[in-house]
């Protein structure tokens, strides 16, 4: 009972705290309290047979990819994004192929608009895309809990189904 509460503990921060945090770069130190509470679990329970023995030693395997997923949210929400030069780049290479569409020498005016309009508004949508992946944790288009959240719920119908 004491490990589901300690797993409960650790999602129900990782929704509430984290996420909200790494949306701003940050992270949660509660996260990384109940993280360090789930070891001491850990480190407290002595398999006694060979099922508890195989069953440890899995979960012990889970715990570690657990604490690597969380390392690899922290650094991602922590990333700097497109470097400086990296845009200068990008918006030169856009400048230069917009350039470039009106060396084609289409005589009608309309269809050479058309065409160059076309051409920055795809690179415009491109360079969107970018910033808008830019931060994996905040906008519109953010990486949500939803696995956790899912736990969550998983804990509460195993809760109501224990208390019945």
Known sequence: MELESRIRDYVQLAVEKEWPA???RKFSPEVWDAYIQLWRTYYQFAPGNDQEKIWYSQ???????LGDQRRMRLLTSRAGGVPVMMWVALLGTGAVTIAFSFLFGIHN????IIMSSGLAF???????AIVAL???????????PQAFVQLEGVFKSLEAKRFR
């Open 59 to 65: 979960s012990l395997t889970k715990l570690n990819d």
């Open 122 to 128: 795809t690179i415009a949508l491109v360079m969107l």
């Open 109 to 112: 005016a309309t269809a050479q």
């Open 134 to 144: 830019e931060h994996p944790f905040a906008g519109i288009n953010r990486v949500s």
């Open 22 to 24: 790494m949306a701003e």
